[in-house]
């Protein structure tokens, strides 16, 4: 996170923590005023035919002097309930309530009881939404720094992990290489270059089909080596006549291994699709092997000038 957007985040995260603040103690002030209100209102009422009040009307003068006495034990005990309220008269009343005023209605007729109501904010309190918006930034620059951690990290599994490499082979100079190191390359003569090229495409679309030394190739991957000798010709390798790809076949196997020996030495996974197997044993179980690529995929050859 960048320094402008978390000013930017504290700013809103300031106001939208104040305004809420603002608003609940708002609430909470009128909440304990009215509280306290119905609290003095009871209280009075108790006291009220004890208290020495003047009622005009009757030409009664009253005590004010133990009435305000009565006023001021009153405030003492709000102020040390750190009350909002304070009680400023105790008086009769013609029943006509006014604004800062309580009013008590009885047989003796009505007494009205004048207070003032703090409602004033205790503004030193408004640090608390700040240091939430403080703890709300830090929250958020915690998590963006995580997440950007993360997403570097993974970046950097991803490029550290080693990409899937497979065989390129190059018509234009008839050579075989791996796609992580195109600087170890293995030339191949023509014969066994295209036979090679013709038994991965073979391979490739009749994987299930078993290629045995003492049976006829099939003629589709005869079509295939002849097509990849007449690119040759076209690309100006040769001029020999087509060479007859069923002749010495073990022979061409074995230049295709030599070959792949030196290109898939720490590549085993490759190395069981692209290197043709040998036959092992003898007599019946020799027949039944097959030279044929099995595990080939599409993504593991790449021919370049085809």
């Given at each position: 996170?960048?320094?402008?957007?978390?000013?930017?985040?504290?700013?809103?995260?300031?106001?939208?923590?104040?305004?809420?603040?603002?608003?609940?103690?708002?609430?909470?002030?009128?909440?304990?005023?009215?509280?306290?209100?119905?609290?003095?209102?009871?209280?009075?009422?108790?006291?009220?035919?004890?208290?020495?009040?003047?009622?005009?009307?009757?030409?009664?003068?009253?005590?004010?002097?133990?009435?305000?006495?009565?006023?001021?034990?009153?405030?003492?005990?709000?102020?040390?309930?750190?009350s909002r309220i304070r009680i400023e008269s105790i008086?009769?009343?013609?029943?006509?309530?006014?604004?800062?005023?309580?009013?008590?209605?009885?047989?003796?007729?009505?007494?009205?009881?004048?207070?003032?109501?703090?409602?004033?904010?205790?503004?030193?309190?408004?640090?608390?939404p700040i240091l939430i918006a403080l703890l709300n930034?830090?929250?958020?620059?915690?998590?963006?720094?995580?997440?950007?951690?993360?997403?570097?990290?993974?970046?950097?599994?991803?490029?550290?992990?080693?990409?899937?490499?497979?065989?390129?082979?190059?018509?234009?100079?008839?050579?075989?290489?791996?796609?992580?190191?195109?600087?170890?390359?293995?030339?191949?003569?023509?014969?066994?270059?295209?036979?090679?090229?013709?038994?991965?495409?073979?391979?490739?679309?009749?994987?299930?089909?078993?290629?045995?030394?003492?049976?006829?190739?099939?003629?589709?991957?005869?079509?295939?080596?002849?097509?990849?000798?007449?690119?040759?010709?076209?690309?100006?390798?040769?001029?020999?006549?087509?060479?007859?790809?069923?002749?010495?076949?073990?022979?061409?196997?074995?230049?295709?291994?030599?070959?792949?020996?030196?290109?898939?030495?720490?590549?085993?996974?490759?190395?069981?699709?692209?290197?043709?197997?040998?036959?092992?044993?003898?007599?019946?179980?020799?027949?039944?092997?097959?030279?044929?690529?099995?595990?080939?995929?599409?993504?593991?050859?790449?021919?370049?000038?085809?």
């Open positions: 996170m960048s320094r402008k957007t978390g000013m930017l985040a504290f700013a809103i995260y300031s106001v939208i923590f104040t305004v809420i603040f603002a608003f609940a103690h708002e609430h909470a002030i009128r909440h304990a005023i009215e509280q306290d209100l119905d609290s003095i209102k009871l209280r009075v009422a108790l006291d009220k035919n004890r208290l020495p009040i003047a009622v005009p009307h009757l030409n009664y003068a009253g005590d004010a002097t133990r009435v305000q006495a009565y006023i001021d034990a009153l405030n003492d005990n709000l102020q040390k309930k750190t008086a009769s009343s013609d029943g006509e309530l006014k604004e800062g005023q309580l009013l008590l209605s009885g047989a003796d007729g009505d007494t009205a009881i004048g207070y003032q109501a703090n409602t004033s904010h205790n503004y030193w309190l408004y640090i608390i930034l830090a929250f958020y620059k915690s998590v963006s720094n995580k997440r950007e951690q993360a997403k570097r990290q993974k970046a950097t599994t991803v490029t550290a992990k080693p990409q899937p490499q497979h065989l390129v082979v190059d018509l234009y100079s008839k050579t075989l290489c791996l796609s992580g190191d195109k600087a170890c390359q293995v030339q191949l003569a023509n014969k066994p270059l295209c036979f090679y090229l013709a038994l991965l495409e073979f391979c490739l679309h009749n994987p299930k089909v078993s290629l045995n030394q003492n049976k006829e190739l099939p003629d589709e991957l005869l079509d295939i080596a002849d097509k990849y000798f007449h690119r040759l010709v076209a690309l100006g390798h040769t001029i020999r006549k087509r060479p007859n790809f069923s002749n010495s076949l073990e022979k061409t196997l074995s230049e295709i291994r030599a070959a792949l020996d030196e290109l898939l030495t720490h590549q085993p996974d490759l190395r069981l699709k692209l290197y043709p197997p040998k036959a092992h044993g003898e007599g019946s179980r020799s027949k039944l092997h097959s030279y044929g690529l099995k595990a080939l995929g599409a993504n593991d050859v790449e021919v370049i000038g085809k």
